[in-house]
């Protein structure tokens, strides 16, 4: 085997990444730890490399966990005795050995060498590393001889069968197959800008989207491009954009953003002239959102407090953006696809039923109220708007229009609602195509 040439401190290139990433993947596959909480800057190890190495191990964990069915398929089909019950580091190990042969851009020797020591720096795995060595070899070889993914179903692989089943139920077995396959596709990133879009594409070496948002191939520090410490943008998906635009026009007007944070409607709705009182129960995710009101030099009245339980108001508008199993923000956050459960639903939409009631008692006579989830699930979108509509027949849904969402006819369900889903907007290049799955809907009290 050929090994990598070692540092000058006696250290092994790229393996300090390596072992974070083994640390971040067992902390979400075993103790079901949010990735984004294991890639923020409170994570001391990460922040200690250079911007290249935390770049490396972002991918190498995002990758893994986007094809975790695949991986683990792949690595499972080579074990007879499958893997070792007492030593956590070894599926980690060969996780990110097999992702870095079969999806990045990694000599095989180099990912095959890596894992390994992964495991002989690991007490209760050292035992398995010539284990790790032979499996991942075999995968190497098979991938070089017959490119081992062509023979793979990767979308089905790749989602969970609750989730693949919910899918074909509601959508169809051709459009199911399509959100899945795009959730596999690292997004692009988006940016709501305050002004200018095209000026800001050209200057970002972007593109304008329907809705006007900003969308680039970028790469490093998103703090390192122009126009970010001056407050000119900020990161939104595009389909996270919408909500806010259902409320028309709101200059002047009295809005409550509830389960506001961190912020990205609550900053389009002051940059477009509303008075917003911004309301979220968790103190760390407002301080996250006054930070960023701040960079963008806008402010708004923030509270803390149970959007379920809080009766300030009353308000021209509310928007509600309620917690839900944000299945359609796998394509960001494919740790989600894994981390989340069918049970958690019943759960959530309690929760979903209580806002949507305590939201509806903050409006003025004549007030709307825009209620949005990031969820492919019915129950936590169509079916809740059903719920309310029984519960409170004096509320009444107004259907969008075409027009009312850029154009994207495609977007409106029978009922008059938003759907966006991860397959829709293709592009030719697979980078800059798709968008969040969002649903969300417009309401007015008389």
């Given at each position: 085997m050929n090994h990598p040439e070692k540092t000058a401190d006696g250290g092994v290139p790229g393996l300090a990444a390596r072992r974070i990433a083994a640390a971040i993947l067992e902390a979400v596959i075993r103790r079901r730890r949010p990735l984004d909480e294991e890639l923020d800057d409170k994570n001391a190890a990460l922040a200690a490399l250079d911007e290249r190495d935390r770049a490396l191990v972002r991918m190498l964990a995002a990758t893994a966990l986007r094809h975790l069915g695949c991986l683990r398929h792949a690595i499972g089909t080579r074990l007879t005795r499958g893997l070792p019950a007492n030593a956590p580091a070894v599926e980690c190990a060969l996780l990110l050995g097999t992702v870095q042969i079969l999806f990045l851009d990694v000599p095989d020797h180099a990912a095959v060498d890596l894992s390994v020591r992964l495991v002989r720096d690991d007490r209760h795995a050292a035992r398995y590393a010539n284990l790790v060595n032979a499996v991942l070899r075999a995968i190497a070889r098979e991938n070089a001889k017959s490119s081992l993914l062509a023979g793979l179903d990767l979308p089905a692989l790749d989602t969970p069968l609750w989730l693949m089943q919910r899918w074909n139920a509601h959508y169809g077995a051709?459009?199911?197959?399509?959100?899945?396959?795009?959730?596999?596709?690292?997004?692009?990133?988006?940016?709501?800008?305050?002004?200018?879009?095209?000026?800001?594409?050209?200057?970002?070496?972007?593109?304008?989207?329907?809705?006007?948002?900003?969308?680039?191939?970028?790469?490093?520090?998103?703090?390192?491009?122009?126009?970010?410490?001056?407050?000119?943008?900020?990161?939104?998906?595009?389909?996270?954009?919408?909500?806010?635009?259902?409320?028309?026009?709101?200059?002047?007007?009295?809005?409550?953003?509830?389960?506001?944070?961190?912020?990205?409607?609550?900053?389009?709705?002051?940059?477009?002239?509303?008075?917003?009182?911004?309301?979220?129960?968790?103190?760390?995710?407002?301080?996250?959102?006054?930070?960023?009101?701040?960079?963008?030099?806008?402010?708004?009245?923030?509270?803390?407090?149970?959007?379920?339980?809080?009766?300030?108001?009353?308000?021209?508008?509310?928007?509600?953006?309620?917690?839900?199993?944000?299945?359609?923000?796998?394509?960001?956050?494919?740790?989600?696809?894994?981390?989340?459960?069918?049970?958690?639903?019943?759960?959530?939409?309690?929760?979903?039923?209580?806002?949507?009631?305590?939201?509806?008692?903050?409006?003025?006579?004549?007030?709307?109220?825009?209620?949005?989830?990031?969820?492919?699930?019915?129950?936590?979108?169509?079916?809740?708007?059903?719920?309310?509509?029984?519960?409170?027949?004096?509320?009444?849904?107004?259907?969008?229009?075409?027009?009312?969402?850029?154009?994207?006819?495609?977007?409106?369900?029978?009922?008059?609602?938003?759907?966006?889903?991860?397959?829709?907007?293709?592009?030719?290049?697979?980078?800059?195509?798709g968008l969040d799955g969002f649903f969300a809907a417009r309401l007015i009290r008389p």
């Open positions: 051709q459009t199911a197959r399509a959100i899945a396959t795009a959730n596999a596709r690292e997004p692009a990133l988006d940016l709501t800008v305050k002004s200018d879009p095209a000026g800001w594409a050209v200057r970002l070496g972007g593109t304008v989207l329907p809705n006007g948002s900003v969308r680039l191939l970028a790469r490093g520090p998103v703090q390192a491009l122009p126009g970010f410490e001056e407050g000119e943008w900020w990161v939104q998906d595009a389909a996270a954009a919408i909500p806010a635009h259902l409320l028309g026009d709101v200059r002047g007007k009295f809005i409550a953003d509830l389960c506001a944070a961190p912020g990205g409607k609550t900053a389009q709705l002051v940059q477009a002239g509303a008075r917003v009182t911004a309301v979220d129960r968790s103190r760390p995710r407002l301080q996250r959102l006054a930070d960023n009101l701040r960079r963008l030099r806008l402010s708004a009245e923030i509270v803390a407090a149970d959007a379920a339980e809080w009766t300030g108001g009353p308000f021209d508008a509310v928007l509600l953006d309620a917690p839900c199993l944000a299945t359609g923000t796998i394509r960001r956050h494919p740790d989600i696809a894994w981390l989340k459960d069918e049970r958690d639903l019943s759960k959530l939409c309690a929760l979903q039923t209580r806002l949507l009631d305590r939201a509806a008692t903050l409006l003025k006579p004549g007030g709307i109220l825009v209620y949005c989830t990031c969820s492919l699930e019915a129950e936590e979108g169509e079916h809740a708007i059903a719920g309310l509509l029984g519960r409170n027949p004096a509320m009444r849904r107004e259907p969008l229009t075409p027009a009312g969402v850029f154009g994207c006819a495609e977007f409106i369900t029978p009922q008059g609602d938003l759907r966006t889903l991860p397959c829709h907007w293709p592009a030719a290049d697979s980078r800059v195509s």
